[in-house]
């Protein structure tokens, strides 16, 4: 979804645009940083895609993306529950944070350990 979004916000009058119907105010916000987000959202595809790869092969550094990708998706929700965005930020704190809870406990970690010996 990261790299729908940077194509459709880097290429205009794209069949692929008519998906910002499903999220107009972030989309009203975003086309004034249209070219710079749209990188930004590429990158984030290309960070995702590495760290599944990292992931399914059960790599150290795969798990380590995941926990910071994961963490830094908490910590998001967390600021947009505090702004304002009570309900959908509460949401995704919880799903969030579970997620998190379940990377981080020492059963999944220590399947990555023993990959990376």
Do not use: C, H
Not at 16 to 32: D, G
């Amino acid at each position: 979804m990261a790299s729908l979004a940077g194509i459709t916000l880097l290429w205009r009058g794209t069949v692929l645009e008519q998906m910002w119907t499903l999220n107009p105010t972030a989309y009203k916000k975003l086309v004034p940083l249209r070219a710079s987000a749209g990188i930004l959202f590429l990158l984030l595809g290309v960070a995702l895609a590495i760290a599944g790869a990292g992931w399914f092969k059960r790599r150290l550094w795969g798990w380590r993306l995941a926990v910071a990708v994961i963490a830094t998706q908490v910590l998001g929700d967390l600021v947009n529950a505090l702004r304002g965005d009570v309900v959908r930020g509460a949401i995704g704190f919880a799903i969030a944070g579970a997620l998190l809870f379940y990377l981080l406990r020492s059963e999944v970690r220590a399947a990555f350990a023993k990959a990376a010996t």
